[in-house]
């Protein structure tokens, strides 16, 4: 096994566990509870009453737009993380970069302020 | 690295570890059903209620109750679910919950530039499950993932409530993500690295005249980890961020259609997220095992253990405490606090933090000394926030004129 690999030896162990123990608990209690299904138990909920149309709605355009903010930021966290991580070896010359590389982020995120994006009315 | 793993593995090196794998699964649910009790019992005597007190002593086995009736109940698959996605669901929320808690360092000694490690049956180990050199990135990779199980089972459901209650989640956890990254890059910054070992050790020490501790709350100046916890808060969807399962508005959010074992799941997920939260911020923030040095290590290796459990109970006792004080949020609250405030703070303050520490190393070289060459960073920082605040403020005045007066404001009266 390479060094690389033996780091998350304990890791996949825990995840097997893990997925061990839900299974279990899910297979186990299959054995145990009862199933008696009729048409009123497996209606949607909607509050006690009879559902109401179909329950395949579609969001708003909104949820979206944020997650397409989100990829901007979550990105730029990729280029952040190793810089920090090695903020002596680069120094000023890393910080001025740092600079312009948030800086022009920051505009993104402005333009999308004065756009009205960010607002949820 | 955990040090029994750097040469090759042997029998008893596997041995070792699926003990330790054990040894953690057992802690991790215990640590778990705690919460729950705990939870309960503290909010209750907070709204001036008993709690539970019948099953146990101070009814402590209540979870366990809990978890044996729900074991025996039925299980309703609705009749316009997808089968198999509704079922996938819970795994995808409790396997990333489980994996985080691989990360945290539980205990050892890290007094006198000890590493944490300590003997265990000849072998030298971490009192840690795992030690990945990208320690942070799989943090924020496995909260990533445990969304997946609340998109999906909303989703999965075919019902009105769940889906929405799973869409406002998935918007609110990406949100704060963001902001939960950028606080984290503070505290990568200080360490100069992304293990939670190499964290924790950066943190134990003397510290400022060898009675303020060295943790990285007061290293990183407080902001990253305000902003950590807000967004780690947001992130739990614990209350005053659980619009997910806003009683009110959406029954029970994402599972209103689970039942039986499959909602215990998902309720277990739930708190365990929050334990490994509470035990996230204090590895992070607050030196985790490391504890003041000052006070020594006289428990020997029980010390770490015994300071993180103290500093883990403060921070479950506050995640209860902002429940049962703080209101929940509205959704357009909600959002403009991460977006506008939360991220172009984190990120900002991420900036001067490097200013300082490039400056405090004599990289920047423009006064004559490293202290001088601080001051100045201090001081461009300053005049940067008071212009940034002027543009804003100025900025936000305009556009809510503008929008007065488009709706039909008379514009003299605007101001």
Redesign the interface.
């Known amino acids: 096994m390479s060094e690389f690999l033996r780091q998350y030896l304990l890791v996949a162990v825990f995840g097997g566990l893990a997925f061990g123990l839900v299974a279990a608990l899910i297979g186990a209690a299959s054995l145990f509870r009862p199933s008696r299904p009729s048409t009123g138990k497996v209606e949607n909920y909607e509050s006690g009453v009879d559902p109401v149309g179909s329950s395949w709605s579609q969001s708003q355009i909104r949820y979206y737009i944020f997650a397409l903010l989100f990829v901007m930021f979550d990105v730029e966290a990729v280029f952040i993380f190793p810089w920090a991580a090695r903020l002596e070896a680069f120094g000023f010359f890393g910080l001025v970069e740092m600079m312009i590389f948030i800086f022009i982020l920051a505009l993104g995120l402005a333009y999308a302020w004065r756009k009205g994006v960010l607002r949820w009315a | 690295?955990?040090p029994y793993?750097l040469d090759g593995?042997d029998f008893g090196d596997v041995v070792l570890?699926?003990a330790?794998?054990?040894l953690?699964?057992v802690i991790c649910l215990v640590a778990t059903m705690f919460m729950v009790w705990f939870e309960r019992k503290v909010v209750s005597r907070l709204q001036n209620r008993i709690g539970p007190n019948t099953s146990g002593p101070f009814g402590i086995l209540q979870t366990l109750m809990d978890g044996i009736k729900l074991?025996?109940?039925?299980?309703?698959?609705?009749?316009?679910a997808d089968p198999f996605v509704f079922?996938l669901a819970?795994?995808l929320s409790?396997?990333p919950a489980?994996?985080t808690?691989?990360l945290i360092p539980l205990g050892g000694d890290f007094n006198n530039g000890n590493d944490g490690a300590v003997t265990v049956f000849g072998r030298e180990t971490f009192l840690q499950?795992?030690?990945?050199?990208v320690g942070?990135?799989f943090f924020?990779a496995m909260s990533s993932l445990g969304i997946y199980g609340i998109m999906l089972a909303g989703w999965a459901?075919?019902?009105?409530?769940p889906?929405?209650g799973s869409?406002r989640a998935?918007?609110q956890a990406?949100?704060y993500?963001?902001a939960l990254?950028?606080s984290l890059?503070?505290v990568?910054?200080v360490?100069?690295?992304?293990s939670m070992n190499s964290i924790v050790m950066q943190q134990a020490g003397e510290g400022f005249g060898g009675i303020i501790p060295n943790f990285n709350i007061i290293v990183t100046g407080f902001i990253p980890f305000a902003v950590f916890l807000i967004a780690g808060t947001a992130e739990l969807n614990r209350p005053p961020f659980d619009l997910v399962e806003a009683e009110q508005e959406l029954?029970g959010g994402f599972h209103?259609?689970y039942s039986?074992?499959?909602f215990?799941?998902f309720f277990l997920a739930e708190f365990m997220n929050t334990v490994t939260m509470a035990a996230i911020i204090v590895t992070l923030f607050f030196g985790g095992p490391a504890g003041p040095a000052f006070l020594g290590s006289t428990l020997g290796w029980l010390t770490g253990m015994f300071w993180f459990l103290l500093k883990l109970l403060v921070f479950l006792f506050a995640f209860v405490w902002f429940r049962a004080s703080l209101p929940r949020f509205r959704?357009?609250q909600l959002?403009?606090l991460g977006?506008?405030l939360l991220?172009?703070l984190s990120?900002g303050w991420?900036?001067v933090l490097?200013?300082i520490?490039?400056a405090r190393?004599g990289?920047?070289?423009i006064a004559d000394s490293a202290f001088g060459d601080t001051l100045i960073v201090i001081g461009v920082a300053f005049a940067i926030l008071l212009i940034g605040m002027y543009v804003l403020r100025s900025?936000m005045t305009n556009?809510r004129r503008d929008r007065l007066i488009a709706a039909g404001f008379n514009p003299r009266e605007v101001n």
Request: charged share 20%; aromatic share 10%.
């Open positions: 690295m955990d793993l593995v570890s699926v330790k794998a054990i953690a699964f074991f025996f109940k039925e299980d309703n698959i609705p009749k316009e079922r819970p795994y409790l396997i489980f994996l808690f691989t499950v795992a030690d990945p050199p942070i990135l924020l459901s075919g019902s009105k409530y889906l929405l869409v998935s918007a990406i949100s993500e963001a990254g950028l890059a503070a990568v910054l360490t100069g690295g992304l029954v209103t259609e039986g074992i499959r215990a799941l959704y357009d959002m403009s977006w506008k991220i172009p990120l991420l900036l490097a200013g520490r490039v190393n990289d920047l070289g900025a556009a």
